[in-house]
C-alpha cells in the first residue's frame, strides 16, 4: 500500500494558469507538509500542518495555498503559476515531528 | 538560515570502500535525520538520531552526532551500486524538517 501518494506524477502548463497537486497519506500522521526542490535538489519547506495549525514560510508566494480537507490530505493549491514555480514538489506526513515520509513527488513545468 | 551545510556536495567511491558524508548545522536541533533520494524519486528516512545521542547504527549505516560541534556524519560501510543516491541530513523542528543541500554519492562498480 502506498503511504503517501500525489496526484500528478507530471504538470506542464502555461504561465498565468491555477493548478493543483493532491496529497493523501494513510499512515494516520497528525502532520502533513509540501516541499520545494528546485534544479539543484535543494530542498525547501514550504508548509507544515498540524491539526488544523498551518504554519508557512514567510518565503512562500501567497499565491500558494495549501488546503486540508481531512487529517489524511494536505493539497496545494496555486495561482497564477509563474516560470519560477516550475520544480519538484513533494508532499510527506509525520507523527508530530518525527522521521517523514515523502511522496513521489510532482514535477511541475510552467511554459 | 538555519539551512545545514553538507560536506562534499559529491563523492565518488569503488564498490566495497566506505562513504563517509558530513553535515553541520546553525542552530538547537531536536533531532538529525539522513534521507536518501535516488534519481527521480522521493526522498525515503534512513535514521534519526536525537540530539542526547552521540551514535546509532543501522545496518550498513552509521550516524553520529556532535552537538557541541554542531555536525553530524554518515557512514556508509561496503557500500554497493544501489547505494549511488543523494543523501540529505534534516533537522526536526516545530514547523518541519529543515534540509542540507546533500550529498550526491557515486558508487562505481
Known amino acids: 500500500d502506498t503511504a503517501v501518494s500525489q496526484t500528478p506524477k507530471y504538470l506542464v502548463t502555461q504561465m498565468g494558469n491555477d493548478k493543483s497537486i493532491k496529497c493523501e497519506q494513510n499512515l494516520g500522521h497528525d502532520t502533513m507538509y509540501w516541499y520545494k526542490q528546485d534544479s539543484k535538489k535543494f530542498l525547501k519547506i514550504m508548509f507544515s500542518?498540524?491539526?488544523?495549525?498551518?504554519?508557512i514560510n514567510e518565503t512562500v508566494p501567497n499565491r500558494f495555498s495549501p488546503k486540508s480537507p481531512d487529517k489524511a490530505h494536505l493539497n496545494l493549491h496555486i495561482n497564477s503559476l509563474e516560470l519560477g514555480d516550475s520544480a519538484v514538489y513533494f508532499c510527506?506526513?509525520?507523527?508530530?515531528?518525527?522521521?517523514?515520509?515523502f511522496g513521489p513527488g510532482t514535477r511541475l513545468t510552467v511554459l | 538560515s538555519q539551512q545545514g551545510e553538507e560536506d562534499p556536495q559529491a563523492l565518488s567511491i569503488q564498490e566495497g570502500e566506505n562513504a563517509t558524508m558530513n553535515c553541520s548545522y546553525k542552530?538547537?536541533?531536536?533531532?538529525l535525520q539522513w534521507y536518501r533520494q535516488n534519481s527521480g524519486r522521493g526522498l525515503v528516512h534512513l535514521i534519526l538520531?536525537?540530539?542526547?545521542?552521540r551514535e546509532k547504527h543501522s545496518g550498513r549505516l552509521r550516524v553520529t552526532l556532535d552537538t557541541s560541534k554542531k555536525s553530524s556524519s554518515l557512514l556508509i560501510t561496503a557500500s554497493r551500486a544501489a547505494d549511488t543516491a543523494s543523501y540529505f541530513c534534516?533537522?526536526?523542528?516545530?514547523?518541519?524538517?529543515?534540509f542540507g543541500k546533500g550529498t550526491h554519492l557515486i558508487i562505481q562498480p
Open positions: 510527506a506526513s509525520s507523527q508530530g515531528y518525527r522521521d517523514a515520509f
Open positions: 500542518y498540524n491539526n488544523k495549525e498551518l504554519i
Open positions: 542552530t538547537s536541533i531536536n533531532n
Open positions: 538520531i536525537r540530539s542526547n545521542e
Open positions: 534534516a533537522f526536526g523542528g516545530a514547523d518541519g524538517l529543515t
